[in-house]
RNA sequence: GCGGUGUUGGUGAAGUGGUUAACACGGCGGAUUGUGGUUCCGUUAUGCAAGAGUUCGAUCCUCUUAUACCGCCCCA
């Protein structure tokens, strides 16, 4: 038997209908929020990815799928969603076409080669945001609470906002090179990975679940000594837009995330659900007010987030959210032979094209298996279709609930329908 | 990339180095040929992830591979 390839998964069923019901909802959030939908290809030269997501980071480096065409062009699927609709932004040329700023979002499948585990794959979807062309800390806090409000409209409870900032690119360096004058004599009491994250991106230690509770990490230098007065301004400005919002936060003075891009704030929303696992970070992002020029374009900010939907799907069912998904059909059509077949299904079409849910025998089943059928459907509306129903054009139509029965003329049956189904 | 635990019909699963692989649910058919959801009867894995090895014999022991889950790294 041919398999699914390795950390991929098929969608059916409950699970689809309750993914399509919150695709839906993310639409129509974006659509108050105002955002502009971009769709950007699938795979694009890997250059774009090694430069806009990092050389250095693990993404890149050993995580994306990488292929050459028959062009023998080097290309790669994507493994996020930013360096696609930066590159879209720059090459569309909107900075100057566009009204300023531009409020993008996306919503599709990303790709990246790593171990699966529950909440990771490696076609995995994530649905984003990126706005270009605002400093202001009003972006950064917008930003922050479409995944606040899209939780909320959910209704999910257990989820906590982290934010940190690290500053313009200038407070950053500052910031690096104290960390790494700090923990130079330290390097041999902190544990393997960390000895890694020194060479490869030393503000990862701080991150560090083994060392955390290491005084070393406590004493190590903050962020927030580093920052240029405007740095320091601009998160204030953050901090307290979000609460004009009405959206609480932590500030963790530790949070520092992976790809190379971000300048001043970063921010993570987590899960805190029971039984969740290691992968309950739902959603991640930040400004990025250098990435645009690094990918050739005019200088431009900007600032968004990645939410990776399998997680918020299993957040979802773990928190035992009910989401309103429709799982009754309106009516159930049984033809009693071959003969009455034609007739049903102008009926079928008919209730369809008014509105209603409808099925039809497939089988031939005998009335028993039918009725069985219909229940196992969820059936508002038995209909059953004999020589008498078409000759005379009045329809046998029982309430499946009721098991009341009625005699309908075939003209009159969409009302009927209209006043005993609540849509 | 590293470490750990699993993988038995459509589903949940029991089980043993040796004739026909429990049990339950579901499906299909019938008792009841224009009215069901109860009950009863029949039927439903030449098969125990795939391949190789050990053995007289393997679903069970060994190895390899695949895959799922858990942890690390990293990330959404």
Redesign the pocket.
Known sequence: MI??????YDVFGEYGKRLLYVEELIEGLMEKYNYEYFRTPIFESSNLFHRGVGET???VT??TYDFKDRGNRDMTLRP?GTAGIVRSYIENKMYGSHTVPVKAWYYGPMF?Y????????RE?Y?FGVEVFGSEDALADAEVISIPVNLFKLLGLKGIKVNINTLGDSESRTLYRDALIEYFKPYIDELCE?CKE?FLKNPL?IL????DKDNPIMKNAPKTIDYLTETSKKHFEEVRSYLDSMGIEYKVDTNLV???DYYTHTVF?VEASVEGF???N????GGRYDNLVETLDGPKTSGVGF???M??LMTAIEYEKVDLPIINDIDCYIIP?SEKEKEYSLNLVMDLRLNGFITEIDY?N?????N??????LNTKFVI?I????VKSNII?I?D?KS?E?YKIEKEKLIDFLDENICK
């Open positions: 398999q699914k390839a390795k950390g991929t980071t693990d993404i050993k995580e996020e990246r790593e171990r699966p585990q529950s909440g990771r794959f995995f994530q990975d994250r990862r991150d560090c679940k083994v995330r992976g790809l993570e696992g290691s992968q970070v739902l959603c991640g990645a939410l990776g399998e997680r009693m089988n089943r005998n009335l028993k298996n009725f069985k059928q219909a229940d196992r059953i004999g020589e008498e129903e046998t029982k499946n098991k029965e």
